[in-house]
């Protein structure tokens, strides 16, 4: 079966790499693609966030599944305008991607359906968040409605703070994706989880849990990234937590969807937080998380074909997703001054020395070949991955190991990815 996957991230590199390992597919086409993703599928230059650009490359190319990686074309309809055309297209159609495209609908769609989440309330002027928040106590978190790349949350410790926050949401001054809409959300302590479902508009089938690790900074400082660093293992999530996450918030969310007559086809994303009154969603994704893909995937025993197929004909409930044992772990390096302003075209060396095998491999998420040397070409650069049936700590110790023999100008990681579950502190893990 030919392939194409959209995007060019460490994510997509990661769903090209699962995707090569399948039987079944005979060809891996990525638009747009990146240096490394070069070297496992032939790349289609295109703007991802051109729709009619990315549905030419579509139509040019005939793929038998394309599968969606990022959530700014599912936000712009493209799975609608390719099942239109007669593809079998991996993803939420534009309604159903809501989920995730608007804070407020999520919200408010968890109220009907009694999924549990922190209260909230949805403001659209300064005077209502003013009024709204007499029903809060002083630690609040204010959320831009749109899609914000990790960058629209403010939590915020007082009333005032939450007033400012919302001032310069409203103004456009913190950033640009408010569509004239914020949450008002009551903040929430514990840990928090990410759980992953494949669905396919009737059932959720759990894929795994994993641990993001947002902010840029060493023991969880600085200001929130992308995403640094993720690592899954089966003690994340007991069986009895995988039940009722998939029963009270995964399965619950595609029977809501459908009765709503927008049936969610594709990955649910479920940001979670282990609150000590139970699991609460934070935020739902309609895609899969980057870089939490980079380790899922290197556990994956099943076809991932299997997964997309059985999301796209409906026959999830068929499936068993296996995971290897153990655990694996994705530490990004990132550009210096990321995730603030960073530079470009730095030349990446020691990847043939940090080496690839099925249980360590440099997943790309920032490259580019210029002159045919590899160059850095985004704030995350490369996602270092590793596995092993060990445990947690091995696989970390494999991706520390692959790590100290990359390097390129700047270059940046965190070196306490992981730390929290194995219950140390994080610098002891780095020195060795
Ligand atoms: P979101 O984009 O909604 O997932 O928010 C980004 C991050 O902000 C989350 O991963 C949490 O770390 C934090 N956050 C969001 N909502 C809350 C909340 N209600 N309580 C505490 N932290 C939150
Ligand atoms: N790693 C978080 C995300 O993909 O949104």
Redesign the pocket.
């Known amino acids: 079966m030919k392939v194409l996957v959209i995007g060019g991230g460490g994510r997509e590199h990661a769903l090209v790499w699962a995707l090569r390992k399948s039987a079944r597919v005979t060809e891996v086409v990525c638009a747009p693609g990146n240096g490394g993703i070069a070297a496992q599928a032939r790349c289609v230059p295109v703007d991802g966030a051109d729709l009619a650009a990315l549905i030419a490359v579509v139509e040019k190319e005939r793929p038998e599944l394309t599968v969606v990686g990022p959530e700014v074309p599912l936000s712009l309809g493209i799975v609608d305008e390719l099942q239109r055309r007669g593809f079998r297209v991996f993803g939420p159609t534009q309604a159903a991607a809501r989920l995730e495209s608007s804070?407020a609908f999520a919200k408010e769609f968890m109220q009907r359906h009694g999924i549990p989440t922190?209260a909230h309330a949805v403001c659209t002027s300064l005077e209502q968040v003013r009024e709204e928040l007499k029903r809060f106590g002083p630690a609040v978190?204010v959320?831009a409605d749109g899609l914000a790349a990790?960058k629209?949350?403010v939590?915020c410790e007082s009333h005032a703070q939450a007033v400012e926050a919302a001032e310069e949401m409203f103004s456009g001054a913190l950033l640009g994706a408010v569509q004239g809409e914020l949450v008002l959300?009551?903040?929430?302590?514990g840990e928090?989880l990410s759980f992953f479902a494949l669905c396919d508009g009737k059932h959720a089938v759990a894929m795994a849990a994993a641990q993001d690790h947002?902010r840029v900074g060493e023991g969880d400082t600085g200001p929130?990234t992308g995403g640094m660093g993720a690592y899954s293992t089966d003690a994340l999530m007991t069986p009895a937590m995988r039940k009722w996450l998939t029963k009270k918030v995964a399965q619950k969310v595609v029977d809501g969807m459908r009765a709503e007559g927008v049936p969610f086809a594709g990955i649910l994303f479920c940001?979670m937080?282990m609150s000590p009154a139970g699991p609460m969603v934070?935020?739902f994704n309609t895609r899969f998380g980057d870089p939490e893909t980079q380790a899922m995937m290197m556990r994956m025993e099943t076809d991932v074909l299997d997964l997309f197929d059985a999301a796209v004909d409906g026959t999830a409930e068929t499936l068993s997703v296996i995971l290897g044992e153990g655990a694996s772990v994705c530490v990004i390096a990132a550009s210096g001054g990321y995730p603030g302003k960073y530079p470009s075209g730095k030349v990446i060396t020691g990847l043939e020395a940090a080496g690839s095998s099925a249980d360590g491999f440099v997943f790309h998420s920032g490259t580019a070949l210029k002159d045919g040397e590899l160059v850095t070409a985004g704030g995350r650069v490369l996602g270092v991955t590793a596995m092993s049936a060990e445990g947690l700590e091995a696989a970390l110790t494999k991706a520390y190991a692959m790590l100290a023999k990359i390097s390129f100008e700047g270059m940046q990681y965190r070196r306490d990815i992981g730390w929290r579950a194995l219950g140390k502190a994080s610098l002891e893990i780095v020195k060795e």
């Open positions: 804070k922190a978190v959320k990790g629209g949350v939590i959300e009551e903040f929430l302590e928090e947002k929130n940001g937080m934070l935020e």
